[in-house]
């Protein structure tokens, strides 16, 4: 069975610095990897997902995330951090393919923005 | 572009009580998932459907059930409520092939 793994509860970085927030999963075959974010009270926004292909996907708000196979990692990072990107980040795995499998997310990690 | 809708938003309840809870995906999305976000939880599968059929069942209490509608529209029925209970309800829907997109969710509450 699929599991997401982000290490840190929560992170503080300064505002215009850079970020990378770790995540993990554990799965037998070609996962399809998303990160989302929430803000308090709010619903899942899709940051970015990699389904196949290109290893660094790009997404919403100047987001990245690399998957890399070797390390069965899909860090989220981003250069320059804005007091607006405080909020809670999921990572989330499904199963490649067709197929209606669920969604398993990660802890989450809280990101916290210092002026 | 139309996203997920579900209703209500909000629902206060009181223990013992039921609830319905509503979701509607993205045309032609066929694939409706459930899950459950408690305070400070990451979020939690409960239940999802695929053209009107049960295509995968997780933490769902047996207090609850749910059930998809020809238009691939779904609603999860909340029986004997209790203080637990009180959560983010997501939906989201999905189609083969693509991503998973997400409601704004219902918070229930339950008093």
């Known amino acids: 069975a699929q599991s997401v793994t982000q290490p840190d509860i929560h992170i503080t970085v300064s505002e215009g610095a850079s970020l990378e927030l770790r995540c993990n999963y554990s799965y037998g075959a070609t996962p399809y990897l998303f990160w989302y974010v929430q803000s308090p009270g709010q619903g899942l926004q899709l940051l970015l997902k990699?389904?196949?292909?290109?290893?660094l996907v790009q997404g919403i708000k100047g987001f990245e995330a690399e998957f890399k196979r070797s390390q069965s990692s899909f860090n989220l990072r981003k250069p320059s951090v804005h007091w607006s990107d405080a909020a809670e980040y999921f990572c989330a795995v499904g199963a490649g393919g067709t197929g209606f499998q669920k969604l398993v997310f990660g802890t989450g990690t809280r990101l916290l923005v210092s002026p | 572009a139309a996203g997920v809708i579900q209703s209500p938003r909000h629902l206060i309840k009181e223990k013992r009580e039921t609830a319905t809870l509503k979701c509607y995906p993205i045309?032609?999305?066929?694939?409706v998932y459930w899950y459950q976000q408690g305070p400070g939880q990451d979020p939690q599968f409960l239940i999802s459907?695929?053209?009107?059929?049960?295509?995968d069942k997780g933490s769902i209490p047996d207090r609850f059930s749910a059930q998809q509608f020809s238009d691939y529209h779904s609603e999860l029925n909340m029986s004997s409520l209790e203080l637990g209970d009180s959560a983010l309800y997501f939906c989201a829907g999905r189609a083969s092939g693509y991503g998973y997109t997400f409601g704004s969710g219902t918070r229930l509450t339950v008093v």
């Open positions: 990699y389904f196949s292909g290109d290893t």
């Open positions: 459907f695929y053209e009107k059929m049960q295509s």
């Open positions: 045309p032609r999305h066929d694939t």
